[in-house]
């Protein structure tokens, strides 16, 4: 019990044996308990590891770990998410200066749609932690994004050198992208038009620090768009029908976007925007109409992952319920498409089913504002 459990993983079929002999010889010995637990859970016995690391517990209430464990446990075996979330915080106020316990705390916080502002306080509050990941850090960014701290989100991404993982492609960009195109449409919104061109100009093109590149056939319908609108303002007629061409440009089919580098489906919104803006009506609001139709015929899908599934643009600590993404998904479509043909209080409708879901939907968040503050330079009813 006193030996450092660090390094020390039994994981073999013998190792059962030897700690159950261990536990009839000392059954105060919580250790035994814990290792026990790792090994039934590796060996996809799910309830005798959940029963191992709560006798545990019982003996010892001072070891993370096990808190950390069951966590996991109770959340992806037993989809006990308040036992989940009860077992987790006392595993990070018991090892608080740990950042892949606050991440998985995080990450627990935003399955359960814990607030974007009280997550972001708890960001703040351990700030020592956040510097330590490239995830955390990009995290804490995406939470500034969505409560509209465009300029912090952009100060913070400058001042770091970002090294992509697995699973972790396209987080940065998307981020980064996002607070350049916000700030513009803020400027765009006020009036200041080369303010608004010089940040939707900045989101094409990635900085080195990024740490990626620009996929080929990366799709950025909505800054040409915005682009178009900038230039519109400021009277070159010309140079706005140019952009709204490109932002016309591209697949025009909505699909299930699981993986990072699926095509966003508000890119056919801008897309159906950007032809109203050149008088194609009728081919805008058939861009509006697939997203609608879309979502009205998969809503009820019964999705699965790939078997060679790679790079999923979310962290695999807690399971997923991919129904539940699904329809997430097909009523963010569904907002897209109603808000596209004018009718705003049916996408309104649409982007709160989603954020009941999922409060930090990003997509959501930002084309629900619209709803509220649209304007004619950003939407033609």
Request: net charge negative; charged share 25%; glycine share 6%.
């Amino acid at each position: 019990m006193k030996a450092n459990p660090d390094y020390c993983f039994p994981n073999s079929l013998e190792d059962i044996l030897i700690l159950e002999n261990v536990k009839q010889i000392n059954p105060a010995d919580s250790r035994v308990y814990y290792y026990l637990g790792n090994l039934w859970y590796d060996k996809k016995q799910y309830e005798g590891a959940i029963g191992c690391w709560e006798n545990s517990i019982k003996l010892d209430s001072s070891f993370p770990t096990t808190y950390r464990n069951l966590a996991l446990a109770y959340y992806n075996k037993r989809h006990d998410a308040l036992k989940a979330q009860v077992a987790l915080e006392k595993a990070f106020y018991l090892q608080d200066k740990d950042a892949r316990v606050f991440l998985e705390l995080d990450q627990l916080y935003k399955k359960i749609n814990v607030s974007c502002a009280q997550r972001l306080i708890l960001f703040r509050n351990n700030m020592e932690l956040v510097q330590q990941r490239d995830d955390l850090y990009i995290e804490y960014i995406t939470l500034l994004n969505l409560t509209g701290k465009y300029e912090e989100a952009k100060m913070l991404m400058a001042a770091r050198i970002f090294h992509p993982w697995e699973g972790g492609e396209g987080k940065i960009i998307k981020q980064y992208v996002y607070s350049h195109m916000e700030s513009g449409k803020q400027h765009l919104k006020n009036k200041r038009y080369m303010e608004s061109l010089q940040e939707l100009q900045q989101a094409l093109v990635y900085t080195e620090n990024l740490g990626e590149g620009k996929l080929l056939g990366t799709q950025e319908n909505d800054s040409y768009y915005y682009l178009g609108c900038a230039y519109e303002g400021m009277g070159e007629k010309e140079k706005a029908k140019e952009h709204f061409i490109k932002a016309t440009i591209g697949l025009s089919e909505p699909i299930n976007a699981m993986f990072y580098n699926d095509q966003p489906p508000e890119m056919i919104f801008y897309q159906g925007l950007a032809l109203l803006k050149l008088g194609e009506i009728d081919q805008g609001r058939g861009r509006f109409n697939k997203l609608i139709d879309y979502g009205k015929k998969h809503l009820y899908d019964q999705v699965s992952i790939d078997y060679f599934a790679v790079s999923l643009p979310d962290f695999l600590i807690f399971d997923e319920d991919l129904n539940k993404k699904n329809k997430i998904h097909c009523h963010y479509l569904m907002g897209l498409g109603y808000l596209g043909v004018g009718n705003v209080k049916t996408a309104e409708e649409e982007f709160k089913e989603v954020l009941q879901m999922d409060v930090s939907h990003q997509g959501a968040v930002t084309h629900l504002s619209q709803v509220y503050f649209a304007e004619s330079c950003l939407l033609i009813f």
